[in-house]
Every structure is written in C-alpha cells, then in structure tokens.
C-alpha cells in the first residue's frame, strides 16, 4: 500500500467546540501523522476558492459563510493509504448517516456544520495541499 497524503480542515464547528485534540487523536489513533498544520480564519475568497467546485450548488452560499465563521485548522495528514482512511474516520457528510464511531457520528451537528473536510482523491489531495501549504511548510516524519 502507498504512503499518501491528505488535506484535513477541521471546521469552525469543530474549533468552536473545542474538539482539535480529539479529533487529531482520531487522526493518530488511525495511524495517520500530521505533516503540516497551522490555524487560520479563512475570509470569503480563500473559502470560495478551495469550494469552487460547488459555485453552482445551492448551499455554496451558506457553505462559504459557514467555513468563514471561525478559525479552522488546516493539516497535512499522511500514511497508508490516507487518503481513504481519512475518509473513512471522518464518516458520512451528513451526520445523520454517518457510522458509529466517526468522526462526523460524534462531533458534527448537521450536513452543513459537519466538523471536518477531507481530500476525496488524490488529485483533490494534490490541489488541496498546495492551496494551504508551501512545500517548506510539510514537513518530512519519516525519521
Ligand atoms: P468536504 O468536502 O467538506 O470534506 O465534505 P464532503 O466531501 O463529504 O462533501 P461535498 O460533497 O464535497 O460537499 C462539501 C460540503 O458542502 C456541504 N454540503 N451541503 N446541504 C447539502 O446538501 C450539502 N451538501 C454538501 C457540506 O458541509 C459538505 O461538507
Ligand atoms: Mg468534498
């Protein structure tokens, strides 16, 4: 299995509720590392910008101004296979159908206010980490 890496955003929800560190265990836990991570209030073009594939959607709006709301924390997740493995640990987008036990399931009120992004493929990976991070700023754990 290849080692992968992934963008994580824990969301202003998250943030707000005080749940970084629970949610970074999740993380650890799963045997994935954090590589890179800073804090960071996103204003509406930084947001719009990383969502641009939903501009058409009806809750592009409220999507924008909910990321908005509050600082966030931004990381760089790696491991075997991380990039589903995040997946998997964050659950369902909408917290009601997400599995015992995730991420979501546990620390997410809404479909809308749902805790947590992941990368949901390597080329989104890619893109992603390169929105948030230069290359100085992930950092190599393998020693
Ligand atoms: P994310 O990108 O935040 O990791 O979430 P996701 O892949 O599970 O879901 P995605 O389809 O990419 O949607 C991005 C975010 O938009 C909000 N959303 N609202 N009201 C709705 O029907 C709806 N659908 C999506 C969610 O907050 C979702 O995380
Ligand atoms: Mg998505």
Redesign the pocket.
């Known amino acids: 299995m290849a080692i992968e890496r992934t963008l994580s955003i824990i969301k202003p929800d998250a943030v707000g509720g005080n749940h970084i560190g629970a949610i970074y265990s999740r993380f650890e836990e799963a045997g994935l590392k954090i590589v890179g991570a800073k804090m960071l209030h996103l204003d509406d073009e930084k947001a719009g910008g990383f969502?641009a594939e939903?501009k058409e959607r009806p809750?592009y709006n409220d999507?924008v101004s909910f990321m908005t709301s509050g600082p966030v924390v931004v990381s760089v997740l790696e491991g075997e296979n991380a990039i589903a493995k995040h997946r998997e640990i964050m659950g369902a987008?909408n917290p009601a159908e997400a599995a015992e036990g995730t991420i979501r399931k546990d620390f997410a009120s809404s479909?809308?206010e749902?805790a947590v992004?992941?990368s949901?493929s390597a080329e989104s990976a890619k893109r992603e980490i390169a929105y948030f991070f230069s290359d100085n700023e992930v950092l190599d754990r393998t020693r």
């Open positions: 969502y939903h809750f999507l987008t479909i809308d749902n992004h992941g949901d």
